[in-house]
């Protein structure tokens, strides 16, 4: 069992940064790809990044590629997601996912945080 917090969402103007943190309690962290994840009203969840169990491989999808970086700490069991040059398309309520390896898509994930609001204004 692994329970997810995310923090770290807000508003911020276009062209702005922010840190999304996601802190996991629970044992085992360290066995457990993770990725970050977005939804916006209407829409289904949106894979956004993930980072291999050892931190060693990371993925993104193209529309963050190069603005966005994914890291993890096993000591302290969290995941980040810097976001960087924001643009409005990436307002959205963003999860935090843990599963057994990193992947793109949602069906492969067993935990979720319960999300953190990005509100990018133009």
């Known amino acids: 069992q692994l329970r997810l917090v995310e923090s770290g969402g807000g508003l911020v103007q276009a062209g702005g940064s922010l840190r999304l943190s996601c802190a996991a309690s629970?044992?085992?962290?360290?066995?457990?790809?993770m990725g970050w994840f977005r939804r916006t009203p209407g829409q289904e969840r949106e894979f956004v990044a993930s980072?291999?169990?050892?931190?060693?491989?990371?993925y993104y999808a193209d529309s963050v590629k190069g603005r966005f970086t994914i890291s993890r700490d096993n000591d302290n069991s969290t995941v980040d997601l810097q976001m960087n040059s924001l643009q409005s398309e990436d307002t959205a309520v963003y999860y935090c996912?843990?599963?057994?390896?990193?992947?793109?898509?949602?069906?492969?994930?067993?935990?979720w945080g319960q999300g953190t609001q990005v509100t990018v204004s133009s």
């Open positions: 996912a843990a599963g057994p390896a990193s992947s793109n898509l949602v069906r492969h994930y067993t935990y």
């Open positions: 629970g044992r085992f962290f360290r066995t457990y790809g």
């Open positions: 980072i291999s169990r050892s931190g060693g491989g990371t």
